[in-house]
């Protein structure tokens, strides 16, 4: 199995700039027809890539070929003799009903879907199935449309024929070229919402959601959510629609979130259905954040794609900060930034930690499909942010004006967007470009000294990036550092950006007449780990002080890794401070005005954001850290958190900031209230009265994490109301899968006999294995290895199935270097045998071969 490489990058030897594909439906045996009309680009053979295709002819320039014309092997088509220029038809087979790996057309549920990004167009027809060869596509698809009334693809609708045999053809086109990855081809019967947008400039869109029969009222806001998308995208960037159609399918097989195919999305069903009795808030926030981010990639990623595969964050690192940004501006932008750090700082910290750690720009890869990473969307994002952050807001629109209008149409590198920030500002960032090219997490510690007599203030800060299982050699980073300085004086202060760019450097402040307390890394302004030498008493004054909200946050989440960390090194169970406990009776007493914060103040760290402080995780004493200090909250704390509890009264169910934040922190009270004496009464009270999802499931949530005996009735009264609505019901699997005890493997098989369930349905293994791996440390972290020999069970199973899948669910099993003896030995041993079997998929071989020594 050969790797690629970025340093191996040609360009194509010919280009595509026409093609016609023609479709006859068929669940076993589809027919595509393909003609190509193509010219050469530079020396070289022509090889075409296919996979899993029948080959049934192929014509050049009208006449037959020969197979003496031609070379077949399991994964291209070389032609021998193409010429310069010329046109190729080429017509082969294809399985869909077969196809459970998802990728390419596949027929599930009686619908026909494509994913083709990265590399699925290839099991279509044969194809230079690179992102760099742009073609104008025109698609006819021919099936019975009593069976498959809506035959969608790319662009603009043509014609629609009624032919001879019954069969109905329906024809497409799209006047905007693009690569392979974008296409896509959805038949199937479906209900229709309709809408219609105006863009700035007066264009008139037709906006189509298709969605599963009987799902209408389920995707009103999802439509409403791309209207504002639109109108966002209009507002800070000044950028419009394109086409005169947006359309949207919702699927419920699906590998991923969504895809930005050109003119037709193709979401799963999870990011586009909701209402009120079936969606949680995150739900909600979740649909607008995708439906954004797909929406804005017709201008970053389609309009200016990406040269080749490593380019990958070109786009996707640029979208995710977009929607962040547009998510910001639609609710809190302090919560907003607190649920991105926590990823970055859990699932990105841990993969530069892992085998697989990679640059958000890879170097090298063997299966593209595993690097649409944390890595390459939340670093890229935050690389991104940091852009923005150095050159200004205005700065950063400039330079993203200056590199849409100069590649529009083309196929472009992480290279030429620096460049085009460069140009647009006149910023040096040359050394900036490293973050594109060094994998790792930087550390970085600061030291400040004070001296009265001058009045200077002496910050001195050194940044280190410890080798990567990918890279050993590491240059300092161009990082821009907010902070601000606090004065005794509540209320002054003073907020600076420094640019950290040597591995040490010293930043001098004069006329500086107290020592200021620091706020470092305000607004988590790089992607960093930093280390400080902060009092206790220092972050609760921040967390009470400090002006910007992630900042105050981040303290109290510092406060608790501290307490926790002395604690674990003792080998002792934390006590509550006093002054905590007075912190948090004030909180719960006289709620800031930002509700939201403060229910953010009072949560513990999770034991991801914990676990990666640690470079040996210490489980167990982790988790009965975080469950010890539950308890003595919950126990110093009833009063105020009841009288918390009752002080806002349920309004009735809207999904609106205020809404949200209410509902976060009687949450929040709930989780620590069912810790005392009348858990049972309130987690019972709060399911009862719920008339929301968001509610429900924070009282199944709190019931079971305190283990209350109620858990599992209410469990069972919930899978009962909501049998019938498989949305609903995943997060029921995922419930059941983070049983916080023994019987959970006994549940766990139990789900895979239920009815809804399916091994060829992501979004359901997700809902159960996801779950119990990544939402249960502490039976899937079990000494006895019980937990990680399921998984790899699973992963064995899954992978001749959906490799994608199989190898996203392995990450976990990766990081064995990072656990006690014990558990290094069970993971090393099941990751072992998983790499001796015959025949393991490319996505699940490359991540296990990494993973052992
Ligand atoms: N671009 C797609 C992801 C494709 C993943 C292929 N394995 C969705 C997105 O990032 O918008
Ligand atoms: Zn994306």
């Known amino acids: 199995r050969q790797p690629k490489r970025l340093a191996d990058y040609q360009p194509p030897s010919f280009l595509v700039s026409k093609t016609d594909l023609s479709f006859e439906l068929d669940p076993t045996a589809t027919r595509v027809s393909a003609t190509l009309t193509f010219q050469r680009n530079g020396a070289g053979i022509m090889i075409l890539d296919g996979q899993q295709l029948k080959l049934i002819s192929l014509r050049l320039n009208g006449q037959m070929l020969t197979d003496k014309d031609y070379r077949l092997t399991e994964d291209s088509l070389e032609i021998v003799k193409p010429g310069n220029s010329g046109v190729l038809e080429i017509v082969t087979e294809l399985n869909p009903d077969q ?49 498959l009334p809506f035959l969608l693809s790319n662009g603009n609708k043509v014609s629609e024929t009624l032919l001879s045999d019954g ?133 970053t990623g389609n309009r200016v794609t990406c040269r080749d595969w490593f380019q990958l964050s070109l786009k996707e690192g640029l979208t995710v900060f977009r929607d962040q940004e547009f998510s910001a501006d639609m609710g809190s932008a302090t919560l907003n930034r607190i649920e991105a750090v926590k990823l970055i700082r859990t699932a990105q910290f841990a993969e530069d930690a892992s085998p697989m750690a990679h640059p958000i720009r890879p170097e090298q ?81 600061v030291q400040e000294h004070y001296d009265a007599t001058s009045a200077r203030l002496t910050l001195k800060l050194h940044q280190h990036t410890p080798v990567t299982a990918d890279q050993t050699i590491k240059q300092p980073l161009l990082m821009p550092m907010r902070i601000e300085l606090l004065f005794s004086n509540a209320g002054s202060s003073m907020r600076q950006l420094l640019l950290l760019s040597n591995e040490e450097q010293e930043f ?194 709190a019931a079971q994490y305190a283990e209350l005996a109620t858990s599992n009735s209410l469990l069972e009264d919930f899978a009962k109301r909501y049998q019938h609505n498989v949305q609903v019901m995943d997060k029921y699997f995922s419930l059941v899968a983070t049983t916080p005890n023994d019987a959970v493997f006994t549940h766990l098989d139990r789900l895979t006999q239920h009815s809804l369930f399916s091994w060829k349905n992501p979004n359901r293994v997700r809902a159960v294995f996801g779950a119990f791996s990544q939402r249960n440390a502490k039976q899937f972290h079990r000494a006895d290895g019980r937990g990680y020999q399921l998984l790899a069970q699973i992963v064995t199973k899954l992978d001749p199935i959906n490799p994608q899948l199989a190898a996203r669910l392995l990450t976990p099993l990766l990081s064995w270097q990072r656990y006690d003896q014990q558990r290094q030995h069970l993971l090393a041993g099941l990751l072992k045998a998983l790499a001796a079997q015959a025949s393991l998929s490319n996505d699940v071989f490359e991540k296990v071969s990494k993973s052992l020594p």
């Open 508 to 701: 001098q402040f004069d006329g500086i007449h107290e020592q200021p307390l620091i706020v470092w890394l305000e607004d988590f302004s790089a992607p960093v780990k930093l280390s400080t030498h902060y009092q206790p008493e220092q972050l609760l004054l921040i967390a009470g002080r400090a002006t910007n909200g992630f900042a105050r946050w981040d303290a109290m989440q510092q406060y608790w890794s501290l307490l926790i960390s002395k604690a674990v090194t003792g080998g002792l169970l934390p006590q509550l401070p006093a002054e905590l406990v007075s912190l948090f009776k004030q909180l719960l007493q006289q709620p800031l005005a930002d509700i939201a914060l403060t229910a953010e103040l009072l949560a513990l760290p999770d034991f991801d954001t914990l676990a990666e402080q640690y470079t040996e995780i210490p489980v167990d004493a982790l988790l009965s850290c975080l469950a010890h200090l539950t308890q003595q909250l919950a126990e110093a704390l009833a009063i105020e958190l009841t009288a918390c509890y009752q002080r806002f009264d349920s309004i009735a169910y809207h999904y609106n900031e205020q809404g949200v934040a209410l509902r976060a922190l009687k949450g929040r009270c709930l989780h620590y209230l069912a810790f005392t004496n009348e858990g049972e009464h309130w987690v019972n009270q709060h399911y009862r009265q719920a008339d929301n999802m968001t509610d429900q499931l924070t009282a199944l949530k």
């Open 167 to 299: 069969r109905t053809a329906v024809k497409w086109h799209d006047p905007f070229p693009k690569p392979a990855y974008l296409f896509a081809l959805v038949a199937g019967d479906f209900d229709c919402l309709t809408d219609a947008y105006v863009t700035a400039s007066g264009r008139q869109v037709s906006l189509e959601f298709y969605v599963q029969k009987g799902a209408l009222s389920r995707s009103h806001f999802a439509m409403a959510a791309l209207k504002r998308a639109m109108h966002w995208d209009e507002q800070r960037f000044g950028l419009e629609y394109d086409l005169d159609r947006y359309m949207v399918v919702a699927v419920d097989f699906f590998n991923m979130g969504a895809m930005e195919n050109k003119g037709l999305n193709v979401f799963n069903s999870k990011y586009v259905l909701a209402d009120d009795s079936s969606a949680t808030d995150q739900d909600y926030f979740n649909i607008e954040s995708i439906i954004g981010h797909e929406y804005f990639h017709n201008w």
């Open 99 to 147: 196809n459970s790996a998802l990728e390419g057309l596949y027929l599930a549920e009686g619908v026909y879907c494509t994913q083709c990004e990265a590399e699925g167009f290839r099991r279509i027809t044969y194809y230079p199935d690179r992102p760099d060869v742009l073609a104008v596509f025109t698609t006819t698809i021919i099936a019975d449309s009593s069976q």
């Open 365 to 445: 890869v063997l299966e593209m499909n595993n690097f649409y990473t944390v890595t390459v969307y939340d670093k890229g994002a935050e690389v991104i942010r940091m852009l923005q952050t150095i050159l200004g807001k205005t700065g950063f629109n400039a330079g993203l004006k200056c590199y849409l209008d100069r590649h529009d149409g083309q196929a472009v590198t992480c290279d030429d967007f620096v460049q085009a920030m460069q140009d647009a500002t006149g910023q040096d960032l040359t050394q900036f470009r490293r973050w594109y090219s060094q994998s790792g997490t930087p550390e970085v510690k």
